[in-house]
């Protein structure tokens, strides 16, 4: 793929050069609006809303996903031209009715007008993709091939600081974590096209807005990742980092209960069991589509709506992976929530 004369292997090359030595990142105090803006001081950094969306009886997933790289090979180059920041992002809608899913991907490196991540406040734009991010909300816009993404997010609660205040863990070593916060129970509406009929809906979706300098162990291949929007206002978030054999190699996560109390669960508090395996019929990567999540706040049962929501990236940010709308259900299998699961390194290790 082409990028204004440079390739995207160039591209993954010249992240991979010069790299300075990982730190660990100091504990800080998050500042709002400042933090919902772009940090490219550090190496990577995203912007990911999941959610599900209702237009009468007809169900939607959708995904909508920007990301920044720093090149550390271009920092100190002179020219106006020198790709010293990329900005990638991923769209995607499941249209669960028609048991189908439309994913589309963008990348370009930033500058003259056609991509940028401002540092003040959310305000990303990728030629005609854009996330920005007011008082009252943020709003997402994406019109992709074959589909489009129109939406308006509002808070429903304050910004929820995941790990330590804000600080977490991703792995056995201290320089192996990211700032991380979430924003649960984002009230959506707008219009989601496909094909040219569009449809007006209403939904719940999830924020999740990290940035960091080494993010996985070099052992790690990827993670599972989950966020849930509970029925009655609560937000679960829980993930494991997995090596190439399958074996859990760190964990994490949090619930914070409708009524705002936060529980932060440590390394040695929760595990994850798959099952239901799927395999893709274009990679043969073999996905567990049913997970039984194990925390300090109780089990929960993670469970795909579709099968084949497998998207491949390598167009962009170079992988494949798994993101779905799933249903989260109690130890009884009374589903109690709704929301988004990520497995990442299956199809191949996952490389930041």
Excluded: C
Excluded at 14 to 29: F, H, N, Q, Y
Excluded at 141 to 151: K, Q, W
Aim: hydrophobic fraction near 40%; aromatic fraction near 12%.
């Amino acid at each position: 793929m082409g990028l204004h004369g440079l390739s995207r292997r160039a591209l993954l090359a010249m992240t991979a050069l010069a790299l300075p030595p990982a730190w660990a990142l100091p504990a800080r105090t998050m500042q709002f609006p400042r933090d919902f803006g772009s940090h490219p001081e550090l190496r990577t950094e995203w912007w990911y809303i999941t959610g599900h969306a209702r237009s009468g009886t007809r169900e939607f997933g959708f995904q909508l996903t920007f990301f920044r790289s720093r090149v550390e090979a271009t920092q100190q180059m002179r020219s106006a031209f020198a790709a010293r920041q990329m900005i990638f992002a991923h769209a995607a809608i499941t249209d669960l009715q028609a048991r189908r899913l439309w994913h589309d991907q963008r990348i370009a490196r930033a500058g003259f007008g056609i991509a940028s991540a401002a540092e003040e406040d959310t305000d990303i734009r990728l030629r005609n993709w854009t996330l920005r991010r007011d008082a009252g909300g943020y709003t997402g816009r994406l019109p992709a091939e074959g589909f489009a993404i129109d939406l308006r997010f509002t808070p429903a609660g304050p910004v929820l600081l995941q790990g330590k205040e804000g600080l977490s863990r991703k792995g056995p070593n201290a320089e192996q974590a990211s700032y991380y916060y979430s924003e649960p129970q984002l009230a959506t509406q707008g219009r989601l096209s496909i094909q040219g009929h569009g449809f007006d809906v209403q939904g719940r979706a999830w924020l999740d807005h990290e940035w960091s300098d080494a993010y996985l162990h070099p052992d790690a291949a990827g993670w599972d990742w989950v966020g849930m929007n509970l029925d009655d206002g609560g937000a679960l978030m829980a993930f494991r980092i997995h090596r190439r054999d399958g074996s859990a190699l760190w964990f994490g996560g949090s619930l914070r209960s409708a009524d705002g109390q936060l529980r932060v669960f440590g390394a040695d508090e929760v595990r994850f069991e798959g099952t239901s395996a799927w395999t893709s019929p274009r990679t043969r990567a073999v996905y567990p589509l049913r997970w039984r999540i194990d925390t300090p706040a109780g089990t929960f049962i993670v469970q795909s709506l579709l099968d084949d929501q497998e998207l491949d990236s390598r167009g962009s940010t170079g992988g494949v992976y798994w993101e779905g709308v799933s249903d989260l259900l109690d130890a009884s299998n009374r589903r109690i929530g709704r929301g988004y699961l990520e497995m990442t390194g299956y199809a191949e290790p996952l490389r930041m």
